[in-house]
């Protein structure tokens, strides 16, 4: 069963990735912000990163910034947002992340099929 964390600060957006990725057969942990998120890695170590951008408290660039602070990293991340600015792509990508794709592009079952492709 591939591991999932979850890190959306919007709780019916959050819900329904949880259910989409549950349903799929993953199994799920979540994150409200980028703090939440680090915390949940201290005893959960997913498959995958499914990283909202824009969140309160810890954003997550800012996560991101923590995670390659750490070094190597057993996890894939998939960033998460309506920023579609060609330097918010670029400074995830150099900040580690592997798939950046915008939210209004996609219903929560295409995003799994999407996580499905790039595990």
Do not use: W
């Amino acid at each position: 069963m591939k591991k999932i964390l979850i890190v959306e600060d919007n709780l019916d957006l959050h819900e329904m990735l949880r259910i989409a990725f549950t349903l799929e057969g993953f199994e799920t942990q979540s994150g409200f912000s980028g703090t939440e998120a680090l915390e949940c890695l201290q005893s959960f170590i997913p498959d995958i990163i499914f990283l909202d951008i824009m969140m309160p408290h810890m954003d997550g660039y800012q996560f991101l910034q923590v995670i390659a602070s750490r070094g190597k990293r057993p996890f894939r991340i998939v960033a998460y947002s309506n920023l579609e600015r060609p330097k918010d792509i670029t400074n995830a990508r150099n900040l580690g992340v592997d798939l950046f794709l915008k939210k209004s592009d996609y219903a929560p079952m295409e995003l799994v099929q999407q996580i499905k492709k790039l595990l």
